[in-house]
């Protein structure tokens, strides 16, 4: 099957599947966009004439960040029809694939809350600690500071500091800190 004949059959599917709708470009692949934001792509199979392979897509590259989500994926006979094609597609790949969805979904907002505390706390000690420097990547934050003879870092996961260390510090200083810290992440 060639780009045109997939984005046709992506076009007609879509009026057999509830809630679906084609998103067809030119140059890019054919998608079928449903509710809750699922995205089904479809494929021709190179070395299987007349069949078409239908994957359920997660957003962003979900999948890369948040492990153990399934592929899910059917290959299909073309020749058979729109309907037909729907049909397998209802029957075979949706009721998987939307739970996996919507599982990636709640991790994803969990992971972003996560991240929003986490940027709060780091926020605050760079605040209470203005010559602090900030390291930053996918799931950690660490605060380095240095004031006067005092030094320490904080290294914060998720949503709650999980290390914290603070060298020649007097009480009022690790106290002040102590307390920012505990305000924040309650």
Same mark, same amino acid.
Do not use: C
């Given at each position: 099957?060639? /780009?045109?004949?997939? /984005?046709e059959?992506? +076009?007609e599917? &879509? /009026?057999?599947? @509830?809630?679906?709708?084609?998103?067809v470009?030119p140059?890019?692949?054919?998608?079928?966009t449903?509710?809750?934001?699922a995205?089904?792509?479809?494929?021709?199979?190179?070395n299987q004439?007349g069949?078409?392979r239908?994957?359920?897509?997660?957003?962003?590259?979900?999948r890369?960040?948040?492990?153990?989500?399934?592929?899910?994926? +059917?290959?299909?006979? &073309?020749a058979?029809? &729109?309907?037909?094609?729907?049909k397998?597609?209802?029957?075979r790949l949706?009721? @998987?694939?939307r739970?996996?969805?919507l599982?990636c979904r709640?991790?994803m &907002?969990?992971?972003?809350?996560?991240?929003?505390t986490?940027?709060e706390?780091a926020?605050? !000690?760079?605040?209470? !600690?203005?010559?602090?420097?900030l390291?930053e990547?996918?799931? /950690?934050?660490?605060?380095?500071w240095? !004031? @006067?003879?005092? $030094?320490g $870092?904080?290294?914060?996961?998720?949503?709650?500091?999980s290390? +914290?260390?603070?060298?020649?510090?007097?009480?009022?200083?690790?106290?002040? +800190?102590?307390?920012?810290?505990?305000?924040? $992440?309650?």
């Open positions: 099957m060639n /780009e045109w004949e997939i /984005e059959l992506a +076009i599917v &879509a /009026e057999h599947l @509830d809630g679906f709708s084609p998103l470009r140059g890019h692949p054919a998608y079928l449903g509710p809750a934001g995205r089904l792509v479809v494929h021709p199979i190179w004439r069949r078409i239908v994957l359920g897509v997660y957003p962003g590259g979900s890369g960040m948040l492990p153990g989500l399934w592929r899910h994926e +059917i290959t299909v006979t &073309a058979r029809g &729109a309907k037909f094609v729907a397998r597609i209802e029957r949706l009721p @998987d694939y739970r996996d969805l599982a709640e991790r &907002a969990k992971r972003a809350a996560e991240n929003g986490r940027a706390i926020e605050t !000690l760079v605040e209470l !600690l203005p010559e602090a420097s390291t990547n996918e799931r /950690e934050t660490v605060v380095r240095r !004031l @006067d003879g005092a $030094s $870092s904080f290294t914060v996961y998720g949503d709650t500091t290390a +914290i260390e603070i060298r020649a510090a007097d009480r009022e200083l690790t106290e002040r +800190i102590a307390y920012a810290v505990q305000h924040r $992440s309650t």
